[in-house]
Nanobody, 129 residues
Framework: QLQLVESGGGLVQPGGSLTLSCAASGSAFPYRTIGWFRQAPGKEREGISCSNPVAGTELYADSVKGRFTISRDDAKEEIYLQMINLKPEDTAVYFC??????????????????????WGQGTQVNVSS
């Protein structure tokens, strides 16, 4: 079992920066593939960044590549998403997630909707002037 709680959302102007945090509690956290997902109004949830700590691999959606960075602190059991050069189209509810299985490939984590995941409750990010 794993519990996830996001924080750090809010309102930011275009071109601004924001860092989201996700506090995890539960078993085997250092070995779980993690990810950040977002869901904009009227759209499906999409995986935007995933990280496999065992394989040392990361994956970013094209829409955020070069602007967003995923990271983790296993000692604190926290997950982060650093976002720079934010755009209005980044407005969405952002969710952190961790895989049920250990060392899940990042492609399965981010792109396979059937992969079982633990989810946080989500945090709203609004990019607007």
């Amino acid at each position: 079992q794993l519990q996830l709680v996001e924080s750090g959302g809010g309102l930011v102007q275009p071109g601004g920066s924001l860092t989201l945090s996700c506090a995890a509690s539960g078993s085997a956290f250092p070995y779980r593939t993690i990810g950040w997902f977002r869901q904009a109004p009227g759209k499906e949830r999409e995986g935007i960044s995933c990280s496999n700590p065992v394989a040392g691999t990361e994956l970013y959606a094209d829409s955020v590549k070069g602007r967003f960075t995923i990271s983790r602190d296993d000692a604190k059991e926290e997950i982060y998403l650093q976002m720079i050069n934010l755009k209005p189209e980044d407005t969405a509810v952002y969710f952190c997630a961790a895989a049920w299985g250990l060392a899940l490939p990042v492609e399965d984590m981010c792109r396979n909707t059937h992969t079982q995941k633990y989810w946080g409750q989500g945090t709203q990010v609004n990019v607007s002037s």
